[in-house]
């Protein structure tokens, strides 16, 4: 396999490696020592980890700090991605 693989973080994921008090922590933690590409998120999931994290002492400044230091890259969703899958999940 050639070029870099990416590993996309979702809200657990997040609140996971930036909150010790957490049931994922240990996990997250282990689990991002063995990335080897790129990391990505989205901000439906910045904006959720951020939420959950506000109630963690030192938890939001954690998540900025790794967000401002580019560990994990934040890629917008192109409009049609948000309304294809708003149709997909109307259907639920």
């Known amino acids: 396999m050639t070029g870099k693989l990416?590993?996309?973080?979702?809200?657990?994921?997040?609140?996971?490696?930036?909150s010790a008090t957490d049931q994922h922590h240990e996990k997250a933690i282990a689990?991002?020592?063995?990335?080897?590409?790129?990391?990505?998120?989205?901000?439906?999931?910045v904006?959720?980890?951020d939420y959950?994290?506000?109630k963690v002492n030192g938890g939001r400044e954690a998540l900025r700090k790794a967000l401002l230091?580019?560990?994990?890259?934040?890629m917008d969703?192109?409009?049609s991605f948000l309304?294809?899958?708003s149709v997909r999940l109307s259907q639920f």
Request: glycine fraction near 6%.
């Open 6 to 18: 990416t590993t996309l973080f979702d809200t657990t994921a997040l609140v996971g490696l930036n």
């Open 77 to 79: 969703l192109p409009l």
């Open 47 to 49: 904006t959720e980890a």
């Open 52 to 54: 959950l994290l506000a």
């Open 31 to 45: 689990f991002s020592k063995e990335i080897l590409g790129r990391c990505v998120t989205s901000w439906p999931v």
């Open 83 to 85: 309304l294809r899958h």
């Open 69 to 74: 230091g580019c560990e994990v890259e934040i």
